[in-house]
């Protein structure tokens, strides 16, 4: 009995130590997921403004608190961004026919990344179980997928047309696949679930570098920006 109530004793004596190094753990690990609003940003006039497209991020998520308000964030996700752009342009093509033509040019510019950010970040108590959380820092992107399809009644001489064009996006006709920029956002930590909006803002021209089947990638920059509603839950 004796040898018993020794072993029990321990097994207490150490197994509280490390249940109070789990709990003291400045690592904190999340599943995320999200609803992106991206476009690209021309330097080309003629562009019409609307040009958002709706798409998704997913991924993991890591914190390092440095102290109960100051933490680190990075994570690897998927995330789709890109542009569709559809008005009275030619985009690209000068002999793209609009008057009188049912069928608007459109253009869809489709984008995967997998992308890494590095935030740092600040959390501010609300009340009990509740922070609010501000956070900033820079992203890096790499193109791995996606289509450029663009959709125009194009006249060659006495000749219109309709056929859809489409190239990947990250050919050797296309956009450049890296990407990096800087991010910031606010969010609410409700202690396993963080709600943000984040906004990046992309600092590299991704225009294509040489010759380009799609025109309306010529002659112009190109710098992504995306609007980003995510959900982060901890396990």
């Given at each position: ?12 004596v150490f197994a509280l130590p490390s249940a109070s ?18 476009y690209l940003s021309f330097d080309k006039g003629e ?189």
């Amino acid at each position: 009995m004796k040898h018993v109530s020794l072993s029990l004793l321990l097994v207490v004596v150490f197994a509280l130590p490390s249940a109070s190094l789990a709990q003291e753990s400045p690592f904190d690990f999340a599943f995320r997921a999200g609803l992106n609003l991206s476009y690209l940003s021309f330097d080309k006039g003629e562009v019409p403004g609307k040009r958002i497209k709706p798409g998704v991020n997913v991924g993991l998520a890591a914190n390092y608190h440095t102290s109960e308000s100051l933490f680190l964030q990075t994570a690897l996700t998927f995330t789709t961004k890109g542009a569709r752009i559809r008005g009275d342009v030619p985009l690209g093509f000068e002999g793209v026919v609009v008057d009188g033509r049912t069928t608007k040019p459109e253009l869809m510019s489709q984008q995967m990344y997998v992308q890494v950010p590095l935030h740092i970040g600040y959390k501010i108590p609300l009340t009990p179980g509740k922070k609010l959380t501000v956070q900033a820092g820079p992203y890096a992107a790499y193109g791995v997928a996606g289509k450029t399809r663009l959709t125009a009644d194009v006249l060659y001489g006495d000749y219109i047309d309709d056929t859809p064009m489409e190239e990947k996006t990250f050919g050797s006709r296309g956009l450049q696949k890296l990407d990096y920029g800087a991010g910031a956002g606010i969010g609410l930590d409700l202690g396993s679930t963080i709600i943000s909006l984040n906004y990046e803002l992309g600092l590299r021209n991704i225009a294509p570098t040489g010759i380009t089947y799609i025109p309306f990638y010529h002659d112009t920059s190109y710098k992504n920006r995306n609007l980003c509603l995510q959900v982060d839950i901890r396990f």
